[in-house]
Antibody
Framework: EVQLVESGGGMVQPGRSLRLSCAAS????????MHWVRQAPGKGLEWVSG????????GYADSVTGRFTISRDNAKNSLFLQMNSLRIDDTALYYC???????????????????WGQGTTVTVFS | QSVLTQPPSASGTPGQRVTISCSGS????????VNWYQQLPGTAPKLLIF???QRPSGVPDRFSGSKSGTSASLVISGLQPEDEADYYC???????????FGGGTKLTVL
């Protein structure tokens, strides 16, 4: 069974850090790009960051650039998101997501997020 | 403010045909393909359409997608009660160098 399981969420004060992890199973992890997508309470989806199959291509949303760092360990089938300088508006459910392509931009328009975890909740409060 | 623009709500009765629009620009929809996602209440999103009109395995053919210029559409034919959900369009944006989502459309089955 293809599965993504996130962990590492919690409640923190503004300015602090958290590290999210995602354990992948049931597919060849190293063959796909991976993403973090978040959803604030009662709000829509926001792409946070993506990483290609070999960590050679990485992208971030403007809202997190300079504060968040995505990484992956293909040997351990794991995806990570280091979140520093957290702000109240970072409060959200964070999803780990698998792409159908090896690259975050896809190729010839072929891309899409086909497997989603259940999410881990990050709450930033003052 | 989302980069891709969707109507906040849509509705229809069982059996009807419903269309959800998604408007973008030359840096996103105009230069690449569009995905559509369905999010049922309390669950994680699900890929519904990729490459403008392709359905992943298991997605009913009642769901179809199309694209023209800088806009895209999701059509649900033969609406069913279980289609009540939030629907999001998404695309790669060359200017932002990242993925972007629409604000979402809440579909109500009357």
């Amino acid at each position: 069974e293809v599965q993504l399981v996130e962990s590492g969420g919690g409640m923190v004060q503004p300015g602090r850090s958290l590290r999210l992890s995602c354990a992948a199973s049931g597919f060849s992890f190293e063959d796909y790009a991976m993403h973090w997508v978040r959803q604030a309470p009662g709000k829509g989806l926001e792409w946070v960051s993506g990483i290609n199959w070999n960590s050679g291509s990485i992208g971030y949303a403007d809202s997190v650039t300079g504060r968040f760092t995505i990484s992956r360990d293909n040997a351990k089938n794991s995806l990570f998101l280091q979140m520093n300088s957290l702000r109240i508006d970072d409060t959200a459910l964070y999803y780990c997501v698998k792409d159908i392509h090896v690259e975050i931009r896809g190729d010839m328009g072929y891309y899409g997020m086909d497997v989603w975890g259940q999410g881990t909740t990050v709450t930033v409060f003052s | 403010q989302s980069v891709l623009t969707q109507p906040p709500s849509a509705s229809g009765t069982p059996g009807q045909r419903v269309t959800i629009s998604c408007s973008g620009s030359s840096s996103n929809i105009g230069s690449t393909t569009v995905n559509w996602y369905q999010q049922l209440p309390g669950t994680a999103p699900k890929l519904l359409i990729f490459s403008n009109l392709q359905r992943p395995s298991g997605v009913p053919d009642r769901f179809s997608g199309s694209k023209s210029g800088t806009s895209a559409s999701l059509v649900i034919s033969g609406l069913q009660p279980e289609d009540e959900a939030d629907y999001y369009c998404a695309a790669w944006d060359d200017s932002l160098n990242g993925r972007v989502f629409g604000g979402g459309t809440k579909l109500t089955v009357l």
